[in-house]
């Protein structure tokens, strides 16, 4: 019973997105404050409905009920229960309505925690959001719908594809859906701006924290993706420029130059039509992400659908979407009035051309991803751009931009002067450039490898020059510094931490350089060195997990005659669907890691093994928390809360709150 | 049930937008989030002049800038309360009410399955065999087999279901099974032999043929071994002994048994005469007089059922010994019988459909 009521409360959902699409925009254009105090409830039940309708089919996966196709499809009684709940999001039809789910909680927890915002402009952000939240639920109940049923059951399910059957599918897809639907927010915000008319300082701190947390997801979303694609994958690469995994980059890219754009809006009422322009391309990114990923036009592991109907529908929606917010946009930004002006060099003033590179960077990725898929739509010619078109293209694009991050951080407002700017910054050149001259000497090596990590160290030193002279200025003294560190506001702890993770994911890029790969046969008991290890690989021994058999290939990794670790690679099969997967052996030693995958296990135990060590290659995903925590740090900055102590004052505490 | 919750969920939507419509709004107030937001940037603007974050003189000029800003906001007129507007909340109410129960309600029809219950996997395992649905028989039966793969009975039980499905893969490997860890007997052999023609699309393989006269030498009388006999010299082009083969064997067969017409046909097909012999075994029971006629057809309808009481697997079997008790006007015995078919043939859904519905034709049902 609970299916059909999942079902039907998701039929529900779809009612409501359509009424709330419509009384809040009458209601703001009217100045009914009836009408538009009907978006908040409404779109707490939205998201009360998405959560049961989700909460039913979750339970139709753990409970196997076959006579759901979508269970039939994707599960498998005999599949441990963490991927029964996992499986739910890891198909077409599961992972739409997860889509929607975070596209209904960010619309609730607007709802909730923006009761001080302007009343007509959060009844117009409901109001876009519940258009997106429609149209998708519509796509969902008429091309992709999780609750179609059978009438007899089969005895068994299919499994779900092995590859998704790990850890990292209960995480990857919630983060990265958390990041891309959650710059739905910032386009609702951006569309109900323009409708209103209102774009000016309060809109951007409203829509800072927004942008804050889809960026933070997006950032851990797309760095536990290409942790999942290293492991599973067998082949220890970690970002391989697949058009799915651009799809993300993308929007993450225009997020990023989002977020800067927001925090000068906000201070400044400066880049309006920037902060606009960037709202909506970085959803509609998002979009066109989802267009890729879900309509079937690549084929790649990420492409659980093919159906050309679904394609058509969501190529519907971006059309819809995209085109009429520009046109918006097009008919508003004349409008605009002038902000806070600056001078060139200044802090703004870097901020824009951070705008212009990052965007830059987002165009090659969209014409690398787009152009072989339109090459091919019209002349039937298949073309791969992979790996040497972005090195070619995109480096070059952000090598600048990490030099030119540290002088942003340290360029003061309105009018800035590069000279000075760069003597403060010679602490940060001179670290890198003696950190060259070290690993040039040590390692020699790739110069390429060596330049990079140059620049990854100047970043890592350039992110904490600024926080250093704030905090460690003048005369000082524990107390004075403990007292400054209290002070200041937490964003400008979040940036340094946000840019210096981009310097250690840089680090751990560049260390890519030094490290080494061997593809060999080995026979049981043989040694082989890599790196500064040895590995000796003792067996292949049988083993059976829930649903699948597997042998494992124990190796001993050694240094100097002592052993460090051992690992287990393995090759799976999971006879359900008939398929084999490998499970990548992985030791971590200090920041690097021995990665070892085998392959067509011999009746004598002899294996293909492929083997590499990567130098500080954890670097590149710690890089990523590191970011995170950055934004974690800038979202609890008390200015995000400056609504909310106005709000205490006037309910008239009994004690008063210390004012901020 | 199911609808209660349906109309409860719809109350609960339609409430949640009736509810604000109904409820005086919240009075328009000045713009406190502007005059808060623009305060908190002149005191940004301060700290940043005294970490010398911005030129004296560029602060002063973006104070006045915030400054400006301030006092637009704090001096933005309040809003007048809108005139209450009944009609516009009466209209908007009534639309609600009207649309999400009609839009949810028409949409659900056409792609919901209210009449479909939930199926969860456990409670299918532990339905009774009786209601077991057979693909979950199977399944139960394999998930026994992965536990203990030396249950040769299981093997048993599934070649011939697979066989059913169309597993014929499947069906090779457990009547391989079957015969390896229970030993071979004419069923046995049979059994294998079929599966295999069946895997190779009907041919009979030279394994399969094997295993067939190996079935034959156990058990002559058997009839599914010199079927497939007869089928191997066929394909093999050995028409004559096709011939040879299948004619003794319609001789042999039971009087309505719609294989044995197949055959003949068959036979027929090939250029040879469909066996006389069945009607003259017919004529001779004709010609008895009336009680021996009566005692010959028991005899043999006694031997029927005694040969299903060890083996019940005979579909054909116990429809032929249903009719013959009728024919016998012995009622109770063929009721009997019906049961005793129902309940070996419990997992054959197809085989219990015709059961019932010779039951119907003889009018023995219920």
Known sequence: ?660 | MLWLIFALLTAAAVISVLWPLAKTPRRAGRDEIGVALYKAQLAGIERDEAQSLVAPEDAQAAKAEAARHLMAAAEAPVEPAPAASPKRVWLASVAVLIFVPALSMSLYAIIGHPELPDAPFAARLQTSPAHMDLAVAVAKIEAHLAQHPDDGRGYEVLAPVYLHMGRADDAVLAAREALRLLGATAERNALYGEALVSAANGVVTAEAKQSFDAAAAKDPSAAKPRFFLGLAAEQEGDKARAREIWGKLVAEAPQDATWAQVLRKRIAALGGEPGESQDRLAATIEALPEAGRLSAIRGMVDGLASRLAQNGQDLEGWLRLVRSYMVLHETDKARAALIDAKRNLAGDPNAIARIEALARELGLEG
């Open chain 1, 1 to 660: 019973m609970i299916v059909e009521t999942g079902h039907y409360a998701l039929v529900l959902a779809l009612a409501l997105a359509l009424v709330n699409s419509i009384l809040p925009v009458w209601g703001s254009i009217a100045r009914d404050r009836r009408l538009m105090a009907v978006a908040p409830p409404v779109a707490l039940m939205g998201f009360g409905l998405v959560a049961y309708a989700y909460v039913a089919l979750t339970t139709a996966h753990v409970v196997s009920d076959f006579s759901l196709v979508n269970v039939v499809e994707n599960s498998h009684s005999a599949k441990p229960l963490i991927y029964k709940i996992t499986g739910v999001w890891g198909n077409h039809e599961g992972s739409m309505l997860l889509w929607v789910l975070v596209l209904s909680l960010f619309a609730a927890a607007v709802a909730l925690f923006s009761r001080s915002m302007p009343q007509d402009l959060r009844a117009n952000v409901l109001a876009v959001q519940s258009w997106i939240a429609a149209a998708f639920l519509l796509f969902i109940l008429l091309t992709s719908n999780p609750f179609a049923r059978l009438a007899e059951a089969p005895a068994e399910g299919n499994d779900l594809n092995p590859l998704l059957q790990d850890p990292g599918l209960a995480i990857h897809p919630p983060l990265l859906y958390l990041g891309y639907v959650g710059l739905s927010i910032t386009y609702s915000f951006a569309a109900a701006a323009l409708i209103s008319g209102r774009i000016d300082a309060v809109f951007a701190r409203f829509v800072r924290p927004w942008t804050l947390i889809a960026w933070i997801s997006l950032t851990l979303g797309i760095a536990m993706g290409s942790y999942w694609a290293y492991y599973t994958l067998g082949w220890g690469g970690f970002w391989f420029w697949d058009p799915v995994e651009n799809a993300s980059l993308m929007p993450w890219l225009a997020a990023t130059a989002l977020l800067h754009c927001t925090a000068v809006m906000e201070k400044r009422e400066a880049l309006k039509i920037w902060t606009i322009f960037l709202s909506i391309l970085a959803f509609s990114l998002s979009l066109v992400g989802t267009f890729l990923v879900r309509s079937g036009v690549l084929t790649s592991v990420h492409a659980f659908a093919s159906d050309p109907t679904r394609g058509v529908f969501i190529l519907l929606i971006l059309v819809i979407f995209i085109g009429g917010s520009f046109a918006l946009f097009a008919l508003r930004a004349g409008g605009l009035k002038q902000g806070g002006l600056f001078a060139p060099v200044s802090r703004e003033g870097a901020l824009v051309l951070n705008n212009l590179l990052l965007t830059t960077c987002c165009a090659t990725v969209f014409i690398g991803t787009l152009y072989p898929l339109a090459l091919e739509a019209v002349t039937g010619e298949k073309i791969s751009v992979g790996a040497p078109f972005f090195n070619l293209t995109f480096v070059p694009l952000f090598i600048p931009l990490f030099i030119l991050m540290p002088f942003g951080q340290l360029l003061p407002w309105k009018r800035g002067d590069l000279a000075g700017v760069a003597q403060r910054l010679t602490v940060a050149f001179g670290a890198g450039l003696i950190f060259m001259a070290l690993l040039a000497a040590w390692r020699g090596g790739p110069a390429v490898s060596v330049i990079l990590s140059g620049v990854a160290l100047y970043v890592l030193a350039g992110s904490f020059v600024d926080l250093g002279r704030r905090l460690f200025g003048g005369d000082i003294s524990a107390s004075i510094v403990s007292q400054r560190v209290r002070c200041l506001p937490r964003h400008a702890f979040g940036t340094a931490f946000a840019h210096a993770g981009l310097g250690v994911t840089l680090l751990g890029l560049a260390a890519t350089g030094w490290g080494a790969e061997k593809i060999i046969s080995l026979k049981p008991g043989e040694r082989v060195e890599i790196g500064p290890y040895e590995l000796t690989f003792e067996s292949v021994v049988p083993g059976n997990g829930p649903n699948y058999s597997e042998l494992v290939g124990r190796t001993v990794i050694g240094a100097k005659g002592a052993v460090v670790a051992t690992i287990e690679p393995a090759t799976r099969f999971y006879p359900a669907r008939g398929m084999n997967r490998s499970e990548a052996g992985i030791a971590t030693l200090g920041f690097g890691q021995v990665y070892m995958s085998i392959a067509d296990v011999a009746a004598n135990g002899v294996v293909n093994a492929r083997i590499f060590w990567k130098p500080l290659v954890s670097l590149i995903w710690i890089g990523a928390l590191v970011m995170a925590f950055g934004g974690c740090l800038s979202l609890s900055d008390r200015s995000f809360r400056v609504g909310i102590a106005r709000r205490a004052r006037k309910a008239q505490v009994p004690s008063p709150q210390p004012a901020e």
